[in-house]
């Protein structure tokens, strides 16, 4: 019984829960630009870091820059600044500052360069604009439907808005001004920061993606293919977690996927572990596929510098450009592949962004694959030992 007992607070301590509640006593809330241990846990990743335009790619000739810790853009060619993935099913979140009669907005599963008479058919604009600029004020689906009591503020607000198949929904501070059916929904697409007129300022601009289903029951191997020729030993824990130990080997997803966003929580029991996520692999083959790596060392006491890639780096790819989990701690990462673009989160940071852009070829090995592919998690040495929870994925509807 005293060593059940000890089990059960070992677990806590390792659980993002006791992590959650340590940061909840400490912060009343995140940083701008930042997620808190809770959002982490409800898979929210940022898409903006609050110092570069990493995972952004301008459409116009406007003066994107950041300032403040905010995205900004005061002159220049009305446009876009656009993400560099695109999105199917998700809520996002905005905060926003405009100056008094200014008119700009956000736009949903977008085109990168989209025209007027685009936003009636081919994208969804959320307007920010005050009424005397716009028949759509602030909150309204441009050429769809009127915000209600949709008015823009002296200071920053915050909208939230969810596109959920043909469901598009927008709250302002709170309040829901606008509900929306589309006749004829639109699927991914990129999400899109406009500069019209007046200057605009973005910040806290953070996104879940929704309707992801299940990979691992956390009761058995139900749904993966095992390997029992290979050394590695994949199991599953009394706590309901899938871990692998012991020498190289793969766990193989029954499933092909193609395009998705894939998230996972993962704890590295050891120092510098070594493992990965393969992806798009050609089934029954040996970790045939791109790989997104989990491997958490690195140099000179500089997370800047991965010692192997870093965990949600693109092996022999792109390596991470930051360090962001720890050994003997849970992290959750998010992996989004949509057609050659590729791009991973570690605790909701983004780490990697990269396009394959080699010639077609079933192989990943020697080109770019875009056929769909199983998942493969990786045992890779004798030193193994990780273990994964909360696996789900979401296929990214066509455009």
Sequence with gaps: MLQAARRRFVNLLLCPAWFLFVAATSSAAAEPNSLTPEEVADGWILLFDGESLFGWKAANKADWKVAGGAI???????GLLVTTSQ????????????????????????????????????????????AAQSEFPTGSLVQRQKAKDGKTAADWQTMEMSADAGHVTVKLDGTMVCDYTDPKPLGRGFIGLQFRSGKIEFRNIKLKPIGTKSLFNGKDLTGWKTFPEMASVFSVTP??????????????????????????????NGKGLNSGVFFRCIPGETMNGYECQIQNAYKDD??????????????RRQDARKVVANDFQWFTMTLHADDAHMAAWVNGYQVSDWTDRREPHPNPRKGLRLEAGTIQLQGHDPTTD?????????????R
């Design 72 to 78: 900004t853009a005061s002159e220049g060619e009305p």
């Design 87 to 130: 999105f199917g099913n998700y809520v996002l979140k905005v905060d926003f500052r405009s100056v008094p009669g200014g008119n700009s907005g956000v736009f949903l599963r977008t085109g990168p360069n989209p025209g007027p008479e685009d936003v009636a058919g081919k994208c969804y604009e959320v307007n920010i604009a005050d």
């Design 239 to 268: 706590e309901g977690w899938l871990n692998v130990k012991n020498g190289r080997g793969q766990l193989e997803s029954d499933a092909p996927y193609e395009d998705f966003t894939l998230q996972l929580d993962v704890f590295s």
């Design 302 to 315: 500089d997370r800047t510098k991965p010692a192997d890639c870093g965990t949600g780096g693109f092996f």
């Design 386 to 398: 990780l273990s994964f929870r909360n696996l789900r994925i979401a296929e990214l509807p066509a």
